[in-house]
């Protein structure tokens, strides 16, 4: 079983602060997932990183592969009420279909 | 239509009742999933199908039964439940996208076991 850290396991905002999330293995992977999931709903895929050392940007969101491509963290540029969920990582190995999850970051963003 | 629709989105059974859930998609997904989440944790795979055919089963007891009658469908079928295995479950189908399965997830069922 790949094990998958995230930290911090909660974290509390206030409206407009900047945050990162990290997500931490000791395996390397093929790829990686980031999903957000709010109350009430499922997780909803948010980007997928590839290459080692690769930066995606989603509007106020940057994701980042590390270059050895065992982990991967999460900013948050002022953050809003909206960015209140639960975000998850998954590492993929090539095209198999058993997605398991990291442990999560519980976000509250406060108005 | 990028939906996946699960049935009922609340049920309560107690441990001797027989209860189904329900998951349905129609975008064409040919692998679909059933997870189980608990109150601010991950969720955690249960079943994987495949065209229709079962092909991961992550030791899950075999009071969960799952059920895949064709590539739309999805069914877990539940029989004397323990009120540990109340929490979320959530049904998700996959595509690939440039070789890298891409999850959709249905809103899930909460279930409460008596």
């Known amino acids: 079983t790949q094990l998958l850290e995230q930290s911090p396991q909660f974290l509390s905002i206030q409206e407009g602060e900047n945050l990162t999330v990290y997500c931490n293995s000791s395996?390397?992977?093929?790829?990686l997932q980031w999903y957000r999931q709010e109350p009430g709903e499922g997780p909803v895929l948010l980007v997928t990183v590839v290459t080692g050392g690769e930066v995606k940007k989603l509007k106020r969101l940057t994701f980042q592969f590390g270059d050895a491509r065992k982990d991967s963290s999460l900013h948050i540029t002022a953050a809003q009420p909206g960015d209140t969920g639960l975000y998850l990582c998954?590492?993929?190995?090539?095209?198999?279909?058993?997605?398991?999850f990291g442990s999560g970051t519980q976000l509250t963003v406060l108005p | 239509d990028t939906e996946v629709t699960q049935t009922p989105k609340h049920l309560v059974m107690g441990m001797t009742n027989k209860k189904s859930l329900k998951c349905e998609q129609h975008m064409g997904h040919r692998a679909m999933y059933w997870y189980k989440q608990k109150a601010k944790k991950p969720p955690e795979l249960m079943f994987v199908y495949s065209y229709e055919k079962l092909s991961i089963n992550e030791s899950v007891p075999s009071r969960f039964s799952p059920e895949c009658p064709n590539s739309s469908l999805l069914n877990l079928h539940l029989h004397a439940l323990q009120p540990e295995d109340s929490a979320l479950y959530l049904c998700?189908?996959?595509?690939?996208?440039?070789?890298?399965?891409?999850?959709?997830f249905g809103s899930g069922t909460q279930l409460s076991v008596l």
């Open positions: 395996s390397v992977f093929s790829s």
């Open positions: 998700a189908s996959s595509a690939s996208d440039r070789g890298h399965e891409k999850l959709f």
């Open positions: 998954a590492p993929r190995s090539g095209s198999a279909r058993q997605l398991t």
